[in-house]
């Protein structure tokens, strides 16, 4: 049914002023056309050749063989030896042509092409098979004279039916008066029938029987052999015809039958639906359609073969051996690759004179384009294919298209191109672990772009089985789960791994010199393209920059082809020639800048582009120099590299800056897009400035230029003392965090302590201490909130991230010099009140959510999330509190000595600040979050840093003691005291006084253990009455709601905050330091 619907005549007479149901009828025909398209498929892909798709009609004249039924002779056959070789191929080509004639006479009305190319088939494969001249039956040979033949049988005629199918197909729709405007259908469809044929070619190429183990060791194997020798995977097929050769027979054999015939045989129809003007081009016609059809069909090869299922696709049901087999193949000059490019330069020297159909011919540029990326992306291309294709792409291609033109056609051409080299580039960015995968016919799951973009990524189990099930292939042996090896087999699987390695490397370095090559000699063209395209979103504003055009196209090449020359460095110093040294740092340089120019663009889309590319151009740059010392000089190229990407990284920050007026109206949402990005580019400086214990170059250098950037923006251009700094700087220096505490670390390290180590450090707190004076100076000046809230926020971002930097300079206070001593007591002095400036003048929330009434959101210049976030001077404080006992202590006796006070007044400022909170929370309606002040999570923040601070000062000073703890009182004493205020109040609902309850408690939670544990104390209660009294409260209404709420269905706000304070008083059992829990139930 499949193939018949395939090869239904179509209506060539549809044209745009066809009616409504005319054009539906077609819509259906062509959707109909594709599912069966996709249904054979389907089976080919998931059964053997025999069975997919059921053509067979029993075949009646077998007596004559001494047989009833072809089982009994297929058994006849492997049992006896009574018949000759002649008489069993002569029985086989009986078979066929019986076979042969049957379907031929089923189309013979409907679709004579089917029946002549069935019959041109039989004569050229069967007809004298048992001749000498025919030397076909040798290649018979290898599959068995038995039910195997007939598979083969059964697989070469499928193969040419499909061949004739979308053939047929394409000649259809080329002659078709709508072919330009209406041929989105034409695309899939033949992409499906071609998939299809390239299934049954690889079955017909390889069975499990000719890749068995013993025949097919392990693939290692045949990869090494000598270039003289690597059309050996001939000896592991089932037959000699390469599966690439096997399909352009076909197409040829279809081609010829169909030259031989009119267009009216072809199509079924009368002379008088038959276009003249078309008819007067039938040859020429035919040989479009065989061109396009082998385009098509030569794309879609390797996806089809080495591609991960998905989609229509179900799993490929053959011998792994097969697909790994097809592999080689494909990688092999003779058999695979290089037949690629042999046709394709037949079909494009070919003169077809395009312009006698129009725009109703699909490009043969664009197929030339997309089989080029298709066998790119899981093929090693030979260099010599690149120089070929790519030098006649920019001799005959693009030469003939407008740069500037928004034409279709045009766009089409040059997207297809731009598709091609991001292919090739992106090769050269794999793995050593994927290209093993891809070298034995595995794809990466990771790289499986058939994935619902929502699917989990891959848990280490599935990963780990990925490669187990790699190894088992490398070592040429079957894949079990549990597979338990010995000690001889995994010595064997260890020198398998290690040659197969060897070879992965070595590809890996000739992906990325044709990576190299094909940058070279593409870009003076592809540059013309960026320039063009940057232009064009100037122009719009709202462009958005596709990854597949120029831009990413020049993206991509920089991180292919930096890595690779880094690593062959050393390699062209050798070689000692000048030229080529000079030609090399000329296109790194073109490289550098082209990166830097679109790291420096306006639209926002255009800079995402760069992001994911970071990484791969600085990961080998490291690598190359970890074994540098850090007092050896690196080359000029590692060095300008290096710089060049921090350039690159510090335009990205100046150009995702807030821009002027952000904070002008804070009721406003945030733009989440910058803030997005903003993080993005927090994380890429991460990525540069990371550094590990091993103290490299490269990183150490980076982390020097960043932060010199910072002392620059932030200190040498500093006018006055409340000059408030480039957000963009601070923004930068809140990024090395993690660095600068591996550095803080390693100055103990006699081995480590290097001055350029120093200096960083240096750099750091000089940058720090400047901006915590800028910002405490702006606040106390009275600077707009407009001003000082980017730079605040970011400096109490930047501050919290270092507090394990600080904590650790202290540690090793002894091994820093007298300088940087005194600077890191200054930051700590400067460090809270920073902080409590920020809390005290920017308000956490500012308004209302605009999303909905239950869904807070916070100050711009943060993400909105659900009930906002944290303040983050708060936050601040709270590292400094919590990060350690030595830190804290040493920032509040520092803190006082920048006010000449002592560490108690330091204690009763913030406990100040802390009350003034509270007020504004009071003055606002009980729920209300936003307007002044900070949330009430934000608050209770706030006060265990005051506690933690309280208690590390009356643990080291006894004669602060006493102050102490009767402050800690005072504001514990507070929520005891708001409880019972609220429940005498006569002005406010049940909701609301459950709220002021709820809040109190959450209040009490906050305090250590020995303050929320006397709340439990008979002796407690006996003493103060307002203790006794306020636990009542909580208790009485805690449980009260059980039976007042237990049938309520409805969510009112009164259930709701019955509820907050069950979840209150929970918290405050916690915090008690045994409140009957087990040690488990306290700690989590």
């Not at 007067?280 to 073969?305: E, G, K």
């Not at 079909?347 to 997309?370: A, C, P, W």
């Not at 000692?576 to 040294?581: I, K, R, S, Y």
Request: proline share 3%.
């Amino acid at each position: 049914y499949a193939l018949s619907t395939l090869l239904l005549p179509i209506n060539n007479n549809y044209n745009e002023n066809s009616d409504l149901r005319q054009r539906q009828q077609l819509q259906q025909h062509e959707a109909e056309r594709l599912f069966c398209a996709q249904t054979l498929l389907h089976r080919v892909r998931r059964m053997k050749m025999h069975e997919s798709i059921d053509w067979e009609i029993e075949f009646y004249n077998i007596q004559q063989w001494n047989a009833t039924t072809l089982i009994v002779f297929l058994e006849t056959v492997s049992t006896t030896t009574s018949l000759s070789h002649e008489d069993i191929m002569q029985f086989w080509s009986e078979f066929t042509k019986f076979h042969c004639e049957q379907l031929s006479s089923i189309y013979h009305e409907k679709m004579p092409l089917v029946g002549k190319v069935l019959e041109q088939y039989y004569v050229q494969r069967w007809m004298n098979i048992n001749s000498r001249e025919s030397g076909t039956s040798s290649d018979y040979d290898r599959w068995g004279y038995g039910a195997e033949i007939e598979e083969k049988i059964k697989g070469e005629v499928t193969l040419i039916i499909l061949a004739t199918v979308a053939y047929f197909n394409m000649y259809s729709h080329l002659i078709r008066p709508d072919a330009s405007s209406h041929n989105t259908h034409i695309g899939p469809l033949m992409n499906t029938l071609t998939s299809a044929m390239a299934v049954v070619a690889m079955r017909l190429r390889y069975t499990s029987s000719s890749v068995s183990s013993s025949a097919l060791p392990g693939i290692h194997k045949i990869l090494q052999e000598s270039q003289e020798q690597q059309d050996s995977t001939s000896h592991y097929a089932a037959t000699t015809t390469p599966i690439v050769t096997m399909i352009l027979q076909a197409f040829e054999t279809v081609f010829q039958v169909a030259s031989s015939l009119s267009m009216q045989e072809i199509l079924m129809t009368s002379q008088n639906d038959v276009n003249q003007q078309h008819e007067a081009f039938h040859n020429m016609l035919c040989t479009q359609t065989l061109h396009q059809c082998i385009c098509i069909s030569l794309s879609c090869i390797p996806d089809a073969l080495l591609g991960s299922p998905g989609g229509v696709r179900g799993r490929l049901s053959v011998d792994p051996k097969c697909v790994q087999a097809t592999n080689t193949e494909l990688r092999f000059p003779e058999t695979g690759v290089g037949l690629v490019k042999e046709a394709l330069a037949r079909i494009l020297e070919h003169q077809d004179n395009e312009h006698n159909f129009g725009n109703k011919v699909i490009s043969k540029q664009r197929h030339f384009f997309i089989t080029c990326e298709r066998w790119a992306i899981f093929v090693p291309l030979p260099i010599d294919f690149v120089e070929q294709t790519v030098s006649f792409s920019l001799s005959h291609v693009i030469p003939n298209i407008d740069l500037s033109s928004s034409n279709p056609y045009n766009t089409s051409i040059k997207s297809a191109f731009c598709s091609y080299l991001i292919s090739i580039f992106e090769s050269a960015c794999m793995s050593i672990d994927n290209i093993l995968a891809s070298s034995v016919g595995i794809l990466s799951e990771q790289n499986n772009s058939n994935h619902p973009t929502g699917r989990k990524r891959q848990s280490s189990r599935a990963k780990k089985r990925h490669k187990e099930k790699v190894q088992s292939m490398i070592n040429g042996t079957s894949y079990k789960k549990n597979n338990v090896k010995n000690s001889e087999n995994t010595n064997i699987d260890t020198d398998s791994t290690q040659i197969k390695r060897a070879l992965a490397e070595r590809e890996l370095d000739h992906r990325g010199m044709v990576a190299c090559r094909a940058a070279m000699l593409s870009w003076d063209v592809l540059y013309q393209l960026v320039v063009h395209s940057l232009n064009e979103m100037a122009i719009t504003s709202d462009g958005i920059a596709q990854g597949e055009g120029p831009v990413g196209c020049i993206c991509t090449m920089t991180s292919a082809c930096l890595p690779y020359i880094i690593k062959i460095q050393l390699t062209l110093q050798q070689r000692g020639g000048e030229g080529e040294l000079d030609t090399t740092s000329a296109f790194v340089g073109k490289l550098i800048e082209s990166f830097r120019v679109i790291c420096s663009n306006d639209n926002a889309t255009v800079r995402a582009l760069t992001f994911e590319h970071f990484s791969s151009i600085l990961s080998p740059l490291v690598e190359k120099t970890a074994t540098v010392k850090v007092t050896t000089e690196l080359t000029n190229l590692e060095t300008s590299i290096a710089k060049n990407l921090c350039d690159c990284a510090l335009a990205l920050a100046e150009k995702c800056a807030y821009p002027a007026g952000y904070f002008t109206d804070l009721s406003l949402d945030n733009d989440e897009d910058l803030e997005v990005e903003r993080n993005d580019v927090r994380d890429i400086i991460r990525v540069l400035t990371n550094l590990d214990k091993k103290m490299q170059q490269v990183p150490l250098l980076i982390n020097d230029y960043i932060l010199q950037y910072c002392c620059e923006k932030i200190i040498t251009l500093r006018t006055g003392l409340n000059t408030l700094p480039p957000e963009a700087a601070v923004h930068i220096l809140s990024s090395p965090a993690k660095t600068l505490l591996c550095l803080a670390e390693s100055i103990s390290n006699p081995i480590h302590n290097s001055e350029m180590v120093l200096v960083i450090i240096q750099r750091a707190l000089d940058c720090i201490k400047a901006t915590c004076e800028s910002v405490i100076e702006s606040f106390r000046c009275g600077s707009s909130i407009t001003e000082t809230l980017p730079v605040s926020r970011l400096l109490c971002i930047c501050l919290a991230s270092y507090s394990p930097f600080f904590s650790s300079l202290l540690s090793n206070s002894d091994h820093l010099n007298n300088e940087l001593l005194e600077r890191l007591q200054q930051v700590l002095g400067l460090f809270i009140f920073a902080a409590a400036e920020s809390i005290t003048h920017i308000p956490e929330l500012v308004s209302s959510s605009s999303l909905n009434l239950t869904t807070l959101y916070d100050i711009r210049g943060a993400m909105r999330g659900p009930g906002g976030e944290d303040h983050v001077g708060c936050i601040a404080i709270m590292r400094l509190a919590f990060e350690s006992e030595h830190l804290a202590l040493a920032a509040l006796k520092f803190a006082a000595a920048v006010n000449n006070v002592d560490v108690v007044f330091i204690i009763m400022k913030l406990s100040q600040l802390h009350e003034s909170l509270h007020a504004l929370e009071m003055k606002r309606a009980p729920g209300v979050s936003h307007g002044t002040g900070v949330a009430p999570k934000s608050r209770r923040v706030l006060l265990k840093s005051i506690c933690r601070f309280g208690c590390i000062i009356a643990k080291h000073d006894m004669a602060s003691k006493d102050l102490i703890q009767t402050e800690l009182r005072r504001l514990f004493s507070n929520p005891l005291s708001t409880m019972l205020k609220a429940n005498t109040m006569s002005d406010i609902s049940r909701a609301q006084l459950l709220y002021y309850i709820c809040e109190s408690t959450y209040d009490l939670s906050s305090f250590p253990p020995e303050f929320c544990s006397l709340l439990f104390e008979s002796e407690i209660h006996s003493q103060q009455n307002d203790v006794i009294t306020s636990m009542q409260l909580l208790v009485n209404i805690a449980v009260s709601g059980y039976n007042e709420f237990i049938n309520c269905c409805d969510s009112t706000e009164t259930v709701t905050q019955w509820g907050r304070i069950r979840g209150s008083l929970f918290a405050l059992l916690r915090s008690c330091a045994n409140p009957g829990f087990t040690e488990l139930a306290v700690r989590t």
